[in-house]
């Protein structure tokens, strides 16, 4: 079965700072993988996504992502945090196919210190 | 476009009590999925209809029922409510040629 580990529950840069979220995926071939990103009492929000189109995924918001095969891996990063980039983020893998269903991992939650 | 849509988005219920949660998808998104997110189990899959049929379901009991109308519309039900079975609901769309899904709001339901 398909699964996601987000290593790092908690992460805390000061503004200003790289941002580097870490998701690695278990699968034997290769999936979509996504990222949401959800801000208090709200839902989620894509943010980017893999598709097996381009290893270097951008997204909005600044963000981006790097499928790499080799790791099983599917790291967010942003080169500079913002203040409102203060949220819970979450990776998620899905089969693709016949069904969209989503495997989450179990989210980042990132503080931005001034 | 407007986004995906649920209704209501707050609900306070007791213990055995049943509840009804609405989802409308983004237009012309035939796809639908439930999510249930708590802070002990995260986010959870709970089932995914296209055009009318379940075609995807998740490990929840048999209190857990959702169908979805003619036009892409969702409803979940829960029955029997229990006190676990407070969280966020949400509903996912999406079309098939496009992987991703979008998501709205939720349904925050609080059983006492």
């Known amino acids: 079965a398909q699964s996601v580990t987000q290593l790092g529950s908690h992460v805390s840069v000061s503004e200003g700072a790289l941002v580097l979220l870490r998701c690695n995926y278990s699968s034997s071939v290769p999936p979509y993988l996504f990222w949401y990103v959800q801000y208090p009492n709200q839902g989620l929000q894509l943010l980017l996504k893999?598709?097996?189109?381009?290893?270097l995924v951008k997204g909005i918001n600044g963000f981006e992502a790097e499928f790499k095969k080799s790791e099983t891996s599917f790291h967010l990063t942003k080169p500079s945090a913002h203040m409102s980039d203060a949220a819970e983020y979450f990776c998620?893998?899905?089969?693709?196919?016949?069904?969209?269903?989503?495997?989450f991992g179990t989210g980042t939650l990132l503080a931005v210190q001034p | 476009k407007a986004g995906v849509t649920q209704t209501p988005r707050y609900l306070i219920k007791t213990r055995g009590q049943q509840v009804t949660l609405s989802c409308s998808p983004i237009s012309g998104h035939r796809s639908v999925s439930w999510y249930q997110q708590t802070p002990g189990q995260g986010l959870q899959f709970l089932f995914e209809?296209?055009?009318?049929?379940?075609?995807n379901k998740g490990n929840f009991p048999g209190r857990f029922s959702g169908r979805q109308f003619s036009n892409s519309r969702s409803e979940m039900n829960v029955s029997t409510l229990e006190l676990g079975d407070s969280a966020l609901y949400l509903c996912?769309?999406?079309?098939?040629?496009?992987?991703?899904?979008?998501f709205g709001p939720g349904t925050r339901l609080t059983v006492l």
């Open positions: 209809y296209f055009s009318e049929t379940q075609r």
């Open positions: 893999y598709t097996s189109a381009a290893t």
């Open positions: 998620a893998v899905s089969e693709g196919g016949a069904t969209n269903k989503l495997i």
């Open positions: 996912a769309s999406s079309v098939p040629s496009n992987p991703g899904q979008f």
